[in-house]
Structure formats: C-alpha cells, structure tokens
C-alpha cells in the first residue's frame, strides 16, 4: 500500500525526537536568521538544518524541494543583483548587464533563508508522522478541528499523487497513452485532473461523515489510543533553543 504522508522510516536519532521539540527548532531556526540578518548567521542555520537531515538520513528528499525552488532563488539573484537600491559596487558585467555585490550579498542571504526554510520544515515532515505531530499537538491543547485540519494539509499532497498514479494506471489500462512527449502528457493530464478533483471531494465527505459518526464533535473529553510520545532529552533541547534564541535578541540589542 502507497504511504499518504510525507514520512520516511529511518532509524535514526532525529526520529526519536519528539515533533514538539522540532518545532521548536523550526521557530529558532526562522526567526534567528531574521534577528541577526547576516550572511554568516544564515548560512550557520542553513548549515544546521542540512546537517541535521543528514543525520537523520533523508537529505536526498529535500533536494527535489530545493530543487523546485531554483527558478525562484535564481529570479531573486538576478534581480537583486541588477536593481537593488543599495548597489554602488561592481561585481561582474556580462554585456550589457552589470551585477553589483550589495545585491548579490542581499540574494544569497535571502536564498539561505529560503533554502533553511525549508530544510527546517523537512525535518519535522520527513522524520515525523503525521499522525504523532498532530496527536501531540492536541495532547497540549490544540483544537481537534485544527489538528484534523492540519492533518488533511499534510496528508493531501500524497494522497492526491496516490489517487493520480491509481487513475493513470486505470486509463492506461483501457489504452489512454500517458508517457511520451510533453504533447501527449498534456493531453492525458485533461481526462486525469477531473477524476482526481472529484475522488478528493468524495474522499473528504466520507471521511467528515465518518469522524461525525464517531463522535467528532463531542464535548465530551477525548481520549487517545497511543501513549504519549515522549523523548528524555526533549527538556534539553528545547532549553537550549530558548536560550539560543535569548542570545541573538541579546547580541542584536547590544551589537
């Protein structure tokens, strides 16, 4: 059966951690490149976050997302790198083009960002299921309706390549032709996105009637079927992400 979630099972030590103190990871890791908006500090976080992926053995799937994200990253260089109002040094001039290093600095910066971004999401999405993140989120007073919403969020992109490959394997059994040039794939596209957006409509009724039929909005307190996820150093880390976080409004106020 075809997993609907992002997750990746691997035995690792980022695994083991709890998603609590991944998201506390993700916070640091956002808001202390934006607290200290340097160069070094960006690409200290970038490094981190990759660093981190590594470890826990899924950095080779972040690369498509990254990947994805280079016509935008390379736009922001090209343009910060042409008209950014701070330019006043010349880095390089290809014909009639001149790139200026206060805007490349400025792109790269940003490019670091983006990229630690979403590195820092990929941890808890590639190393965490959906179920535990959302389950450990309501343990600690999350609305059920927001943690069934956020659940739907993080489970409806593989369900949707799950419902495509399912249908283009059915059309391709009654001869529709679904490989071959970009011509042929668009033409097969049309006949797929209909049964797809339909199947996922149906898919969200059954499931709504079926968490109605369970109960779903009882006031009654809810109950869980898994203990809770714990990790024994979760105190630890989140201790340090505060006061890593402490020290970059501190620096950032006397610097």
């Not at 790198?81 to 206060?102: A, Q």
């Not at 898994?226 to 950032?252: D, G, H, P």
Request: with cysteine.
């Amino acid at each position: 059966m075809k997993a609907l979630s992002l997750y990746q099972h691997r035995d690792s030590i980022i695994h083991k951690i709890d998603p609590i103190s991944k998201l506390y990871y993700i916070g640091a890791a956002v808001v202390i490149p934006i607290i200290l908006p340097t160069v070094n500090i960006a690409f200290t976080c970038m490094l981190a976050s990759i660093i981190l992926l590594i470890v826990g053995k899924v950095f080779k799937k972040v690369i498509p997302l990254v990947s994805f994200s280079f016509i935008v990253l390379l736009s922001i260089i090209i343009i910060q790198g042409l008209f950014n109002k701070t330019n006043n040094t010349i880095f390089i001039s290809i014909g009639s083009l001149t790139f200026y290093k206060e805007g490349l600095i400025y792109a790269f910066k940003i490019c670091m960002r983006v990229i630690n971004i979403i590195c820092a999401f990929s941890i808890l999405v590639l190393t965490s299921k959906p179920s535990d993140i959302i389950e450990i989120l309501v343990r600690n007073g999350l609305s059920p309706r927001i943690g069934y919403v956020l659940s739907s969020v993080l489970q409806i992109i593989p369900q949707m390549v799950s419902t495509m490959d399912t249908i283009k394997d059915a059309q391709r059994s009654r001869g529709m032709e679904t490989d071959g040039s970009l011509l042929v794939r668009i033409k097969a596209f049309i006949p797929l996105i209909g049964p797809v957006v339909m199947n996922s409509l149906i898919s969200t009724r059954e499931r709504a009637m079926a968490l109605e039929v369970r109960g779903f909005n009882s006031k009654t307190k809810k109950s869980f079927l898994n203990k809770a996820f714990s990790y024994k150093y979760s105190t630890a880390i989140k201790i340090t992400i505060i006061f890593l976080l402490a020290l970059a409004v501190i620096w950032r106020i006397i610097a």
